[in-house]
């Protein structure tokens, strides 16, 4: 089953709509029932709680409105095993594509302080 945390496509209809965070999962009080708190992750932000069953939350498929719903949990995609990490120039110590060593280092964590 999903859990708190996990990001799930929203699918509408058989199409992707949405992602979404699940936020809380709250036992309803019919057994196999959960409120399911989702944060969509989408401008505006916005939270929608939906009271789903519980194989309804592990991606079967379900109805709102007479429309077919869906929940997929997103999982990241392994990295590529034969993609090549690029390697410095033989001899000279630059990077490919740096120019004459004056490359330099911003720090961020030094920049949110100003």
Known sequence: MAAIN???LIYFEEKPLAFARIE???PDGKPNWYHV???LLQVPLQVVTWILRDVYIDGAE???NGKKM???TVVCPP???DREVP???AGNGKAPGEKNG???VISLSDRKQR
């Open 79 to 81: 990295d590529e095993p």
């Open 24 to 26: 809380e999962i709250l």
């Open 87 to 89: 390697d410095t120039d």
């Open 62 to 64: 379900f109805t709102m």
């Open 102 to 104: 004056n490359a330099k």
């Open 6 to 8: 996990d990001i799930v």
């Open 37 to 39: 708190k989702l944060l």
């Open 70 to 72: 869906r929940l997929e």
